[in-house]
């Protein structure tokens, strides 16, 4: 990989790490199809390098989230399916049926809206119904389906207009795997999609995958697992689990210079951080601008970050700043620590759920929110 002379820092995106952790997922759930979310620019790596690497790998479904999205990967992949998690805002038909993508109706008004066009461009055009099961964000609960089936009988061709490709859900807590919810939501799940016509079933993200068989259906919908973070939270599988995944993301800063500081003295804004010992501190040319969030700077009561450099972990000191991060270099070698060097911010030796854990947010935020000045390698 050629890095620029220049540049600032780099963020790694290994292809094959990816395919690994979708065909992990694909074998975890043998008998059900494999799609891919690669909603928010998959992520924040990179919608259309990401989702050329998950064909190649032998997806044949996404999800995104937005219509641009949507519209965006179907530029670039004429064959897959796509679902549009958002649904249709009104008047959006159009654009859906020209770019062949499939909007996931979550209101009785979508549905009625998706039919009617279809109907009156006598097309049979795919879509998905987003069923509630507790989420209460989107999707039809059970009255809301009790009144369709009501709407249907004087409308007989409501369903039938178009093609109803999936019947999906979405888990609320399938982090969390001894959460009772997961199994009420599964029961409901099987209940109330038998209201509607046999179809293609789906349930599960990264975390329901990894709930078991029962949750898989027809169709997985995994994405953070994909992008090599363990998408359970709790249980006893954790620590062993993160092994399994493969390590997509690398994300280094660079060393603009070593300073010599005298122990007592304080360490960027705020003067929050006070050296307890004479220190070498390395000033890092990445900051939360880059989505190094802010709650990764560490203070005199509060540890920050760690990141990886020479063989070591060393700390994140100080308040992290909108281009600059500090840390402390004083036991890793001078001709190591030096002026422009590459240290390691998020990577294999500097976990993703532990840094998500660390800035008290998830693997997700710390990932979509990577910023757009550093430069992303497809490896
Ligand atoms: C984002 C999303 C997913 C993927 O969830 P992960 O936890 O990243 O695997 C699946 N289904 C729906 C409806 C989503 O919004």
């Not at 001894?178 to 199994?183: D, I, L, M, S």
Request: charged share 25%; net charge neutral.
């Amino acid at each position: 990989m050629e890095i620029d002379r220049g540049e600032a820092g780099y963020l790694t995106i290994d292809r094959n790490a990816l395919q690994d952790n979708y065909n992990f997922l694909r074998k975890t759930s043998p008998n059900s199809d494999c799609a891919a979310v690669v909603k928010a620019d998959a992520y924040g790596l990179g919608l259309i390098p990401v989702a050329q690497a998950l064909a190649e790998a032998g997806c044949q479904t996404f999800f995104v989230a937005t219509l641009r999205e949507g519209r965006q990967l179907r530029q670039h992949n004429q064959e897959a399916a796509i679902y549009v998690l958002d649904g249709l805002f009104p008047g959006v038909e159009q654009d859906f049926s020209e770019l062949n993508l499939r909007p996931v109706l979550g209101h009785t008004s979508e549905i009625l809206d998706w039919s009617d066009y279809c109907s009156s461009k006598g097309m049979q055009l795919p879509a998905a119904i987003h069923i509630d099961t507790g989420m209460n964000r989107l999707g039809l609960g059970e009255p809301e389906l009790n009144s369709l089936l009501e709407i249907q009988k004087e409308r007989r061709d409501l369903l039938t207009n178009f093609k109803l490709s999936l019947v999906m859900s979405h888990l609320s807590c399938a982090d969390e795997p001894a959460h009772n919810k997961n199994q009420q939501q599964l029961k409901d799940f099987v209940r109330l999609k038998s209201l509607l016509p046999e179809t293609p079933a789906s349930l599960a993200n990264s975390a329901g995958i990894l709930l078991g068989p029962s949750y898989h259906f027809d169709l997985v919908r995994p994405g953070i697992a994909l992008y090599g973070s363990w998408p359970l939270s709790d249980g006893p599988t954790v620590a062993s689990g993160r092994q399994q995944l493969k390590c997509v993301v690398r994300l280094c800063g660079r060393i603009i210079q070593v300073r010599e500081v005298r122990s007592g003295q304080s360490i960027g804004y705020g003067a929050t951080y006070r050296l307890k010992r004479r220190s070498r501190v390395a000033t890092v040319s990445v900051g939360y601008a880059d989505g190094y969030l802010r709650k990764l700077g560490g203070a005199d009561n509060r540890k920050g970050a760690e990141v990886y450099i020479g063989g070591q972990s060393v700390p994140v000191i100080g308040r992290i700043s909108m281009d600059l991060i500090t840390i402390d270099v004083t036991d890793i070698p001078e001709e190591t620590a030096c002026r422009g060097e590459f240290v390691e911010l998020i990577g294999p030796h500097v976990n993703i759920d532990h840094l998500g854990e660390r800035a008290e947010t998830i693997s997700y935020e710390i990932l979509t929110r990577l910023g757009r000045r550093i430069e992303r390698h497809y490896i």
